[in-house]
């Protein structure tokens, strides 16, 4: 199996979540995205919509997120936003 990703998501003020997970899939301006263990290195414009996390233990987190990037580096996945809540 492959390393788990290490998430954080973030809004304008405050960190909304972090830890590992599987996979992501975020929306941006250009569709949506699935990122995994591996994935190359990646800046996006975040669209307004839903942020997906498929944690290690196949639990599933959902937030929502408006406005900001999602970067990928590194197995870390990082998501800033204007603004961000877990659903």
């Known amino acids: 199996m492959a390393s788990?990703?290490?998430v954080s998501v973030v809004s304008a003020d405050h960190e909304v979540w972090s830890?590992?997970?599987s996979?992501?899939?975020a929306k941006t301006v250009e569709?949506?995205?699935g990122i995994l263990a591996g994935h190359e290195p990646l800046l996006a414009i975040l669209a307004s919509g839903e942020v997906r996390l498929t944690?290690?233990?196949g639990a599933?987190?959902?937030a929502e997120a408006e406005?900001?990037?999602?970067?990928?580096?590194n197995d870390t996945v990082?998501?800033?936003a204007r603004r961000a809540e877990l659903v």
């Open 31 to 33: 569709g949506e995205i």
């Open 4 to 6: 788990p990703l290490k």
């Open 19 to 21: 830890g590992e997970a």
């Open 67 to 73: 406005d900001g990037f999602v970067s990928v580096e």
């Open 55 to 57: 944690l290690v233990d």
């Open 78 to 80: 990082t998501i800033v």
């Open 60 to 62: 599933a987190i959902k």
């Open 23 to 25: 996979m992501v899939v």
